[in-house]
């Protein structure tokens, strides 16, 4: 029996913590379309499955078949056809017979089950050092990126015409390396997505960027150097959520005042976002705006139904768990 986790599923292993486990594992790409260890999923295999390590995997669980005869009738199975063509490597091997795709197929597979919205939030998770929760487990924080933004971006240029590519490729748009929260994910999408989609059409910032000290803000805070949770570098702008859900010895950098004096000094402009200011869309749309004027930016979200857009935006992405402080 070969069964090949994809989709929600494969993204949910790469998500767990045990994948890390399986980064040594080789890829391979010889699954034959027609082998015959291919069987219909049944109850049988997914007990086994989920007593040989994959509990934490939510039903249904989604699994690649080489042809639509093996799809079971079983609600607790979700079964995708294998693409004709694949590009090499688009599998690991995680046991003797099971096999999980690859995180960028996965990418791309999810792509044509859910909004541009959240596969962009799918694809700066994967690029980023966080995970969310999966399995009963919280979302977890200070671990390395399951992917990088080159490596998504290449295999989705080589993925051709398999279905989701396309809308992959329009969310990699506003992907990039470097996210440490899943906040921090959220605030690209809110500020960055262009106003057609609800957004308010910031250029992308640069995530986490660490800069030097220098002399006086180091004799002032005893550290040699500082990292930005968004940082637009023309603008010298600073822009830092304020929560104590991540960044490890790091979570008092925001309220560090000495720490913002220091950035200010050194001729940063720093603007502080709370849990508070992200539900209230009112205060929200206020530091928006004057982030657009640091930023030299006309804002143009006039249109008619901008505002029900935003909000629709804000209702696809904030229904997680936002800290308070």
């Not at 200070?142 to 279905?163: C, D, M, N, R």
């Not at 921090?184 to 000290?213: K, Q, T």
């Not at 304020?242 to 950035?263: K, N, P, T, V, Y």
């Not at 206020?286 to 935006?313: C, E, H, V």
Request: proline share 6%.
């Amino acid at each position: 029996m070969t069964i090949i986790l994809c989709d929600i599923s494969a993204l949910e292993f790469w998500r767990f913590d045990r994948a890390a486990k399986h980064r040594r594992c080789a890829y391979g790409g010889a699954l034959r379309k027609n082998s015959a260890s291919f069987i219909k999923p049944d109850k049988k295999q997914l007990e086994s499955l989920r007593a040989n390590g994959f509990s934490f995997l939510s039903e249904p669980i989604h699994v690649l078949v080489p042809d639509a005869s093996l799809r079971p009738k079983d609600a607790r199975i979700r079964c995708h056809v294998r693409p004709k063509q694949l590009p090499r490597d688009s599998f690991m091997r995680i046991s003797e017979d099971v096999f999980v795709c690859r995180a960028e197929l996965g990418f791309i597979q999810r792509a044509s089950g859910q909004s541009l919205a959240r596969q962009v939030l799918d694809g700066l998770e994967l690029c980023g050092t966080y995970r969310r929760p999966v399995g009963g487990r919280p979302t977890v924080y200070q671990v390395k990126p399951v992917t990088s933004f080159a490596e998504l971006a290449s295999y989705a240029a080589k993925a051709g015409g398999i279905h989701g590519a396309v809308l992959a490729r329009q969310a990699l748009r506003y992907c990039m390396d470097g996210s440490e929260s899943p906040m921090e994910s959220i605030l690209v999408v809110l500020f960055c997505f262009p106003v057609r989609l609800g957004g308010y059409g910031f250029p992308l910032p640069v995530l986490n960027f660490r800069m030097d000290a220098t002399d006086l803000a180091k004799n002032a805070t005893g550290k040699s150097g500082f990292r930005c949770d968004l940082f637009w570098p023309d603008a010298k702008l600073v822009v830092e959520y304020d929560g104590r859900e991540h960044h490890g010895e790091l979570d008092r950098r925001s309220s560090d005042g000495s720490r913002h004096a220091a950035l200010v000094g050194m001729g940063f402009e720093v603007v502080r976002i709370t849990s508070e200011n992200v539900r209230n869309d009112k205060e929200f749309d206020a530091i928006a705006r004057s982030i657009a004027k640091r930023l030299n930016l006309r804002m143009r979200p006039t249109k008619r139904d901008w505002s029900a857009k935003r909000d629709q935006l804000r209702s696809d992405i904030l229904p997680w768990p936002i800290p308070l402080s």
